[in-house]
């Protein structure tokens, strides 16, 4: 691609004028390299800057595929490598000085290479590359192939060198981690082998990492079974288990921050943390390097993390972020500190030219200083960077000479056109956003974010200065713009103004006014040509309503200074009447557009579609919007939004787009005539193009690259070349004049200037002194506190303006304002004296409507705002309320309630159960089902069994069938005892048969069937408990309404004795009935409630209605009134009345007694007994209610003591349900952490044999590489000895090749022969000896190379004709120079065999220690597996189980206690007899199974042999089925067709069969009386069979126990054996190894003699034939 992009630009350069880089102005983002001694080289953008320190001459080399990558020099060779952006991106490998490309290397490498590194020796180039690969790739860049590649996952590196002293070494560096990489050669392969260094913890010390994988330190636990390593716990049983740690293993590692080798292949390692560390190169030893202090400690700086080290002899060089270079001192395992040198700005990169005479120092900015060593050291900058990346650029009038930089931090910088020199800089100290150079003077302005707009004189570009500062507005500059006559200065602000200032020094840089256009200005674009008096003016603006772009275009006069007063308004506005403002949209938006010289056409630059456009606009003038079509559309093939501008003299299209093409056209035909790739897309592409007046220089200034780049012309001439050099020449002699005045007013200072001035110099005396240097200066910023923009100026002024204005107005105003307060005051003094129901509101004698409706709004909103958030929270809170309410209460089959007793104070709790859902159901319903299966089949065993042994007992011990019933009757019995059963359900009358014995429980399956069970116990203790419960709980409800009925009756007592005692009432508690907690009753709510107008209406006027419908109901009731006034209210007097009658007085009582009459005294007789009857009948009465009372109060207090003392019972049973479910839980417990531990010993399983699984591949690959090494040294050994033999064959065949010379000459010849040139090694200065640390490296190819050609060369002396023997032939001088020269090259070829023969026999060796280690890791797997293994299977066996112990006291005869209990167990006496019971009937039922043994084996042979009878009638039968499968037509069926009497015929043969089965059946009952005689001999033979089966049976069991013990001893035995038989076998290999070597070492010293022989005996034969 890159090479097709070549070839395009050399067509066009063939074919017309074309665009070449004349320099490129960027600054160092990464390292800058050494190429040589004198020249370093940084990439910028697309290019690659070279420059040399001597000349400080720029040499520049693009990248014709975008931006550059990273960047890597070769010093030996002269070569430069960088690699491209792009997607698949390459590495290109170019010769210094000649910047030829050398080669191409192409990997697999998807998005970016991140880091290159050349060898100090051989043509070997390392890569890194980042997401997605991650490889590191080893190429020789000479071949362009690559050797070998490996991938590391994840991992960035910062920091990739080869060892100076050894290419096989690479270390990489990232902040997290260090590794060192072996190359390792075999011949032509190439293996990449990592290792990581180990680095220290955080404090520098370092921590004992234990081994993963066969951890050595794990406790042993006897009790709760083996201790398995984290990953096994964690379930891992992949690779990840091999790295896993958990979190508190973790530790804090120091951060590499840079690292450098030394001579002795020793690393240096700075860190963040501050700590050096020294790393062998060897065995990767870490040893922390102690810092030794001499003085007190520096306070002010010291140096924490390096940021870049370099090696030098003694020590390292390092720098921070301190500005400061520190010299590291390090002897032995301490360094010392001391100040080397001071910079100006952090340090980032410090490195060594190759003759350690040049320090280069490169800074955080990008500036580059050499420090020079010597007598007298030199300190100098070589490269100045800029503060930030270029943000704008333009030419200096007439732009053939200067052009003027700005960076966002406020720097303006000059520079030469031709060489690209920086002239001078100054800083605005203020964050600018634009520049641009006048045309009219030697001036330039630059726009900041703050508003204002800064005048520059720059006619004397060695030493710039602000002439004049405007202060526009408070919204950033974001456009600046000259005219092309230099007239007006046009601003544009972010806020959519656009200032228009007089460009003139003359006129003060006066602001003319501002124009209102729509926010986010793109683009400005001004016409002025030289033969009108007008500038027309178009700013593109976006109109993402109707996703369109307006443009507007206006103009002003050039006499708008002398009337700008009239053109603007009071505040500074143009009217739109007379600057004839017209707007116009189009239907595509646009990025960018210009406006031609003609002011008759638009040329717009389309953003969503790649086009450009041309629009005619229309000749009539219009109003309102006008809506343009394009007249001209051509494709602009340049993607991403581009820009548009025009070249000085109109004729030319300058595009520009995010790809960093820039193109120019033809205005008319909108072709492109040229082009040219300045940047790439990568660095999103070109931000600014600017063109000088002449046309030759072209500055293009990238967007985010930060580079600057200047084209010029090649071939360029003819009609272009003339048309815009006449233009130039007529706009140079047209603004000659204006620039002479205009220059000299910039002279002259002005009052505003030298304010500035004086007060900038008050300020520098005052506050700091500034060093001016002659190439740059620095401004003091002033303060703006006190200034204001000039649009707020021009807005006061005209305020000010309508204020004196209006003043009559104004002042009528306020007295009628005065008055109507005065009167609204009068009416709220009113207003406090009347009724507060008349009274009005405060606010509603506001007169300020408005402000009333928006206070009432804003607490509308507010009271909104709070209703809202109240709802939020109060639904939050029912939400809340409905999940705990669901969870806890709903989801509850039983809900969670108490009870308590009337007078004791116990409470008892049910348990809350949650209803079991269908797939615990159907799990306990298959586990139920299977158990029961189980127990059938166990049972149907034991029957069979027992009445087998039952039938033996009868017939030949009948005296002991009734033991034998009785003890079967008491094995039936499979419930466990409560003490092996581990829990008291079955005091709750749960059912435990189907649980398995806790000694049983082995398998997996068993232990969740046990689980599962245990959960079902549980359950059904707590719903035996609840129903006990529900019980108790009906009772109480009954108690309590008991005590409420007889409470009624105590309560009337009470009353009618009038007695003040109260009542006792129980009631339940709302633990005892918890739903009442979830209701709130009103009378719990203190909050008032809230209710609304309608509603208290509404309940008034319903009261109202029922008293009337209750009032309409009654009516007249004179029955009841009558009663009421007459009897009380009752018709007759009840028993409890008594105490309330009163015997009425007669009326005589109130007259004095003498007074009374005789009848009233018998009356008065009356009434004092009427009081004493009823005075005895109320005694009599009141003394039954109390008896009635007390015994209605002790029934209660019984009753609810009885209930007491009840829920005391159930309380205990409440006591132990719980200890019951607590015990089931501990038995389900220590399950399930049987099977947690199952669990991890089988993933710790897993895991070893994927590990072993591995490490067997493993094993496979370092077998084929030792068998691939192996075959690869076996022939290049025959190689190296056929060379060996041919060199020996040579050297003895000399004298032979020469027999036919004289004697005297051969001798001569031969020591000529023999004789080798001496090469002068080039002598390195003892200055430099004495710099280069590493001194002289080890040989490389290219030094291979050059020693062999200097040897040819001086072997050329040796072959000279002055160096020939008196008296020799010519001829034979030639042949013996061509002799001696194949021998030379014979022995080199020797030389470079040997050493390869040598690296191959190391490489050999290290795959064999590499097999051997892979076999040591198999070993120690296959160990562990055993050791786990045999952990598992006593795991399995030993069960912890559960046993309850009964609690008391032991008494003991005697004190001779043992107190050591670990292998002791505890046994009840109960078992031990049970035990022996079962153990007297298992002995009897031995004695049974043997009597019954001698008929089973009875059987066995009467069941083999009906088998055997069975498969022979089987085969019978298959038979006649074959045979009926296979029936045809047979002449008995033909005979049965044929005979007419066939039934005749069959009847006869039927009568001559009967008597042939008569006689047959005779026959076989003589047969079946012999057969019979026989069996009864058979039988008594078979008893005695069987009783020698019983013998051998016994005999056979104690075999069995001798195989198994002997079977145990082979076990233990067995891995002892293995090793030893290992050892053995290795020792045979070994031993035939070395007999194999010793026999192929003689054959190969019996080929050679052979071989020499052959040679010998050839040249005795054919000899060599030499010219006399």
């Known amino acids: 691609m890159a090479q097709g992009r070549e070839r395009d630009e ?359 200083f050499i420090y020079t060593f010597g007598e007298e050291p030199t300190f100098e900058k070589v490269l100045e960077a800029c503060d930030g990346k270029f943000q704008a650029t333009d030419f200096i009038t007439p732009g053939n000479e200067y052009c003027m930089t700005l960076t966002q931090s406020g720097e303006v910088c000059v520079w030469g056109i031709e060489d690209g020199a920086c002239v001078s800089r100054i800083y605005v100290n203020i964050q600018a956003t634009v520049l641009a150079c006048s045309p009219s003077s030697l001036s330039a302005a630059v726009g900041t974010e703050d508003g204002l707009v800064h005048f520059l004189d720059v006619r004397d570009v060695e030493s710039p200065h602000e002439v004049h500062k405007a202060f526009l507005s408070e919204s950033p500059v974001q456009h600046l713009l000259y005219d092309q006559r230099g007239m007006y200065v046009f601003v544009g602000t972010s806020e959519g103004h656009i200032f228009v200032i007089n460009a003139k020094p003359s006129s003060s840089f006066e602001i003319l006014g501002f124009i209102e256009m729509g926010k986010g200005i793109l683009q400005i674009s001004t016409v002025s040509p030289l033969e009108t008096d007008i500038v027309e003016v178009m700013v593109l603006s976006p109109f993402p309503e109707t996703r369109r772009s307006r443009l507007e275009i206006f103009s002003l006069p050039k006499i708008l200074p002398e009337v700008s007063a009239s053109f603007a308004d009071e505040r500074g506005r143009l009217r739109d009447e007379f600057i004839h403002k017209f707007v116009y949209e189009t239907e595509h938006t646009l990025s960018s557009a210009v406006l031609n010289l003609q002011s008759n056409r638009i040329y717009g630059f389309c953003n969503q579609v790649p086009y450009i456009c041309s629009y005619l606009l229309p000749k009539k003038e219009h109003s309102g919007v006008y809506i343009l079509k394009p007249y001209q559309k051509i494709q602009s093939k340049q993607y991403g939004p581009g820009m548009l501008s025009l070249s000085p003299h109109g004729l030319w299209l300058i595009t520009i787009a995010k790809c960093g093409i820039l193109c120019i056209r033809d205005i008319h035909t909108l072709e492109t005539f040229t082009r040219c790739r300045s940047h790439s897309h990568q660095g999103h592409g070109i931000q600014s193009v600017r063109i000088s007046m002449d046309g030759q220089s072209i500055l293009v200034n990238g967007r985010d690259d930060g580079t600057l780049v200047n084209l010029r012309w090649r071939r360029f001439g003819g009609a272009l070349a003339n048309d815009i050099l006449e233009y130039s020449q007529q706009l140079t002699t047209y603004l000659k004049t204006i620039m002479d005045e205009e220059n000299d007013y910039l002279s002259i200072p002005r009052r505003e ?237 749960v059912h435990t048969s189907l649980l398995s014995s806790q000694l049983e429980l082995h398998s997996r399956e068993e232990k969740i069937n046990q689980i599962i069970l245990l959960k079902d116990i549980i359950y059904k203790v707590k719903t035996a408990f609840n129903s006990e419960f529900d019980a108790a709980y009906k009772q109480k409800e009954i108690e309590i309404a008991r005590v409420k009925e007889k409470n009624v009756r105590i309560k009337e007592i009470i009353l009618d004795l009038e007695l003040e005692e109260s009542v006792w009432q129980p009631e339940f508690e709302d633990c005892e009935k918890p739903e009442r907690t979830l209701v709130v009753e009103s009378s719990e709510i203190s909050a008032p409630r809230h209710i609304k107008p309608w509603q208290k209406a509404k309940a008034e006027l319903l009261v109202t209605r029922e008293m009337e419908r209750l009032l309409l109901t009654r009516g007249p009731d004179l029955r009841r009134r009558a009663l009421m006034d007459m009897m009380g209210g009752v018709l007759e007097v009840k028993k409890e009345d008594i105490l309330r009658m009163v015997i009425p007085q007669p009326a005589f009582m109130v007259k004095p007694d003498a007074l009374w009459s005789e009848e009233e005294r018998k009356h008065f007789k009356e009434y004092e007994k009427k009081v004493k009857e009823l005075n005895e009948e109320r005694d009599k009465y009141r003394k039954s209610l109390e008896t009635e009372m007390k015994k209605l109060q002790n029934s209660i207090q019984e009753s609810t003591q009885n209930f007491d003392k009840h829920l005391k019972r159930l309380f205990e049973r409440r006591v132990k349900a719980e200890m019951v479910v607590n015990q089931e839980e501990l038995k389900i417990n220590n399950l399930v952490f049987s099977l947690l531990l199952d669990e991890e010993i089988s993933s710790r399983e897993t895991f070893l044999n994927n590990y072993l699984a591995r490490k067997q591949e493993e094993k496979n690959q370092t077998s084929e590489a030792i068998r691939k090494s192996r075959e690869d040294l076996d022939m290049y050994k025959e190689h190296y000895d056929n060379l060996l033999a041919e060199d020996k064959v040579l050297d003895r065949s000399f004298k032979k090749e020469f027999s036919e010379i004289p004697s005297h000459q051969v001798d001569i010849l031969y020591k000529l022969f023999k004789r080798r040139p001496r090469i002068h090694k080039h002598k390195v200065h003892a200055e430099t000896t004495s710099l280069v640390p590493f001194g002289e490296r080890p040989g490389s190819g290219k030094l291979n190379k050059d020693a062999f050609a200097q040897l040819m060369k001086a072997m050329d002396d040796l072959d000279s004709i002055n160096n020939m023997p008196e008296g020799l032939d010519t001829s034979v001088w030639e042949h013996f120079c061509m002799t001696r020269r194949a021998k030379v090259e014979n022995e080199q070829k020797v030389k470079q065999k040997a050493a390869g023969l040598i690296e191959m026999v190391a490489f050999l060796r290290r795959r064999t220690e590499d097999d051997e280690k892979v076999q040591h890791e198999i070993e120690k797997v296959f160990h562990e597996l055993i050791l786990l293994q045999e952990d598992k299977v006593k795991f399995q066996l030993n069960l912890t189980i559960q046993i309850l112990l009964k609690q008391g006291q032991v008494e003991l005869e005697n004190f001779q206690l043992m107190l050591d209990y670990s292998d002791a167990i505890l046994i009840n006496k109960v078992i031990i007899e049970d035990l022996n019971s079962v153990i007297r009937a298992q002995g009897q039922k031995k004695v049974a199974s043997m009597m019954e043994s001698k008929e089973v084996h009875k059987g066995i042979f009467q069941i083999e042999w009906e088998h055997k009878k069975m498969e022979m009638e089987m085969e019978d039968l298959n038979q006649k089925a074959w045979d009926i499968q296979m029936l045809f037509f047979s002449r008995d069926r033909q005979k049965y067709l044929s005979e007419p009497n066939y039934e005749t015929l069959i009847a006869i043969q039927i009568g001559i069969m009967e008597q042939t089965i008569d006689v047959l059946d005779k026959t076989h009952k003589k047969n079946v009386e012999n057969c019979k005689k026989l069996l009864k001999k058979l039988r008594r033979f078979s008893n005695q069979k069987d009783i020698a089966n019983y013998t051998l049976s016994c005999n056979l069991r104690e075999e069995l126990v001798a195989v198994s013990e002997r079977k145990d001893i082979c076990n233990a035995m067995g891995s002892k054996l293995t090793c030893e038989k290992i050892a053995k076998e290795r020792y045979e290999n070994m031993m035939r190894q070395q007999k194999l070597t010793k026999i192929s070492k003689e054959q190969a010293e019996q080929i050679s003699i052979l071989q020499a022989e052959v040679e010998r005996l050839r040249m005795k034969t054919f000899p060599a034939l030499v010219q006399m």
């Open 753 to 989: 200037s030298l304010d500035l001035e004086s007060q900038s110099e008050h300020a520098v005396n005052e506050n700091m002194q500034l060093t001016i240097d002659s190439s740059q200066e620095e401004l003091v910023k002033v303060d703006h506190t006190e200034e204001i923009p000039w649009i707020q100026q021009k807005s006061q002024e005209a305020i000010k303006k309508e204020v004196k204005l209006f003043s009559n107005k104004r002042r009528e105003i306020k007295r009628g304002i005065k008055a109507l307060a005065k009167t609204v005051l009068d009416m709220m003094e009113e207003n406090e004296a009347v009724d507060d129901i008349a009274k009005l509101e405060q606010q509603e004698f506001g007169l300020d409507l408005e402000e009333l409706e928006r206070l009432h709004n804003e607490n509308e909103q507010e009271v909104a705002k709070i209703r809202n958030d109240v709802e939020m929270q109060n639904l939050a809170k029912r939400y809340l309320s409905e999940i705990i309410k669901e969870e806890c209460w709903n989801s509850m089959a039983v809900k969670g309630r108490a009870l308590k007793c009337f007078h004791i104070p116990y409470v008892v709790e049910n348990f809350p159960m949650k209803e079991r859902t269908d797939e615990e159901l159907k799990e306990l319903k298959r586990v139920v089902q299977q158990k029961k299966i189980e127990t059938e089949c166990l049972k149907l065993r034991k029957e069979v069994v027992e009445v087998q042994s039952a039938i033996t007992l009868v017939k030949k011990h009948h005296e002991e069938e009734d033991e034998e019933e009785e003890e079967d009757g008491t094995v039936k019995d499979t419930s466990l005892p409560n003490y092996m059963l581990g829990s008291l359900s079955t005091d709750f009358r």
């Open 10 to 368: 050399v067509h066009n350069v063939a074919l017309g004028p074309s665009l070449s880089v004349r320099w490129v102005q960027g600054f160092p983002k990464q390292n800058v390299h050494f190429v040589n001694d004198s020249t370093i080289c940084y990439p910028s953008g697309n290019f690659v800057i070279f420059i040399n320190i001597e000349t400080k001459k720029r040499t520049v080399l693009q990248c014709m595929n975008g931006i550059v990558g990273v960047v890597a020099t070769n010093i030996p060779y002269e070569v430069v490598a960088f690699s491209d952006r792009r997607l698949r991106p390459l590495i290109y490998i170019y010769n210094f000085p000649g910047l030829t490309r050398r080669t191409k290397l192409k990997g697999n490498v998807l998005l970016d290479y991140t880091l290159l590194s050349f060898s100090y020796c051989g043509t070997y180039l390392a890569s890194y590359s980042s997401l997605p690969e991650f490889e590191l790739a080893l190429w020789n860049w000479e071949s362009g192939v690559i050797l070998c590649r490996k991938s590391q996952p994840g991992i960035d590196v910062s920091q990739m060198t080869f060892n100076p002293m050894n290419w096989h070494q690479l270390c990489l560096s990232s902040p997290s981690a260090v590794t060192v990489w072996t190359i390792e050669r075999s011949n032509q392969e190439h293996y990449l082998k990592a290792k990581s260094v180990k680095l220290p913890v955080e404090d520098g010390s370092f921590f004992n990492e234990t081994d993963v994988i066969f951890p050595q330190s794990l406790p042993k636990d006897p009790i709760y079974g083996p201790v398995l390593p984290v990953s096994a716990i964690a379930g891992l049983v992949g690779e990840e288990a091999e790295t896993f740690r958990p979190k508190d293993d973790l530790y804090a590692l120091l951060h590499p921050t840079m690292h450098c080798w030394t001579p002795t292949s020793d690393l240096y390692i700075g860190c963040e943390e501050g700590h050096l560390l020294m790393v062998n190169g060897e065995n990767l030893k870490v040893t922390v390097l102690n810092k030794i202090e001499d003085g007190p400690p520096r306070v002010e700086r010291n140096l924490i993390s390096p940021v870049t080290m370099a090696y030098q002899k003694g020590g390292v060089l390092a720098s921070g972020i301190d500005g400061f270079v520190y010299s590291l001192l390090i002897k032995d395992t301490v360094y010392k500190v001391e100040d080397f040198l001071e910079v100006e700005r952090p340090v980032e990169h410090l490195m060594f030219s190759p003759s350690y005479r040049i320090l280069l120092i490169q800074t955080d900015k990008g500036s580059v």
